[in-house]
């Protein structure tokens, strides 16, 4: 089942400015991480944020996590056309069983 | 450090068949987890293995299984095909589990005819 939601479905900016996708999700969890997939590819893993923390950075990454709003952010900043491609948020709870739990993803696209 | 290796990359098969996907893990890896990803439903959890123990099953059918080794290396097999089994598989490993970083292969591209 899908725990995760991705907001906006859809993202076309051009290069250089900021990109912002936003994930919700519907119970407690324990850590939520970030990945990316380029068409037909793999998943590429960017961020992981624990339940207990806030903020991390990761380069021109900014993950924020708001447990009380079931909610997180992912912020990439002076975007490139190498981003162009879909974001995904995973979940996991402590009722996951060691299962992530996938949102539907944002598809980035980036012009030059 | 090599990342998670998927084999075979590609294939097609024909409804009633079976297929066998192998993956291996980042070394060090005891967690072997697998996803089925297709425009539909998504990102789904199959199956997580660690030590050899299945520790977790997704909602899926019988007709999907798994395994893993004694060297954390893991296979699953999909028995008789179905047209929706098309889908992309997806391996991931990480230390123990989730909890951890958990780094994903390329997945293999199955094709049921």
């Known amino acids: 089942s899908q725990q995760g939601e991705e907001d906006p479905q859809a993202l076309s900016i051009q290069e250089g400015e900021n990109a912002t996708m936003n994930c919700s999700y519907k119970?407690?969890?324990?850590?939520l991480q970030w990945y990316r997939q380029n068409s037909g590819r793999g998943l590429v893993h960017l961020i992981l944020i624990r339940s207990n923390e806030r903020e991390k950075h990761s380069g021109r990454l900014r993950v924020t996590l708001d447990t009380s709003k079931k909610s997180s952010s992912l912020l990439i900043t002076a975007s490139r056309a190498a981003d162009t491609a879909s974001y995904f948020c995973?979940?996991?709870?402590?009722?996951?069983?060691?299962?992530?739990?996938f949102g539907k993803g944002t598809s980035l696209l980036v012009t030059p | 450090k090599a990342g998670v290796t998927q084999t075979p990359r590609y294939l097609i098969k024909t409804r009633g068949q079976q297929v066998t996907l192998s993956c291996s893990p980042i070394s060090g890896h005891r967690s072997v987890s697998w996803y089925q990803q297709t425009p539909g439903q998504g990102l789904q959890f199959l199956f997580e293995?660690?030590?050899?123990?299945?520790?977790n099953k997704g909602n899926f059918p019988g007709r999907f299984s798994g395994r893993q080794f004694s060297n954390s290396r893991s296979e699953m097999n999909v028995s008789t095909l179905e047209l929706g089994d098309s889908a992309l598989y997806l391996c991931?490993?990480?230390?123990?589990?989730?909890?951890?970083?958990?780094?994903f292969g390329e997945g293999s591209w199955l094709t049921v005819v």
């Open positions: 991931a490993s990480s230390l123990q589990g989730t909890g951890n970083t958990i780094y």
């Open positions: 995973a979940t996991d709870s402590s009722n996951s069983g060691y299962a992530l739990n």
């Open positions: 293995y660690f030590s050899e123990t299945q520790r």
């Open positions: 119970t407690s969890i324990n850590n």
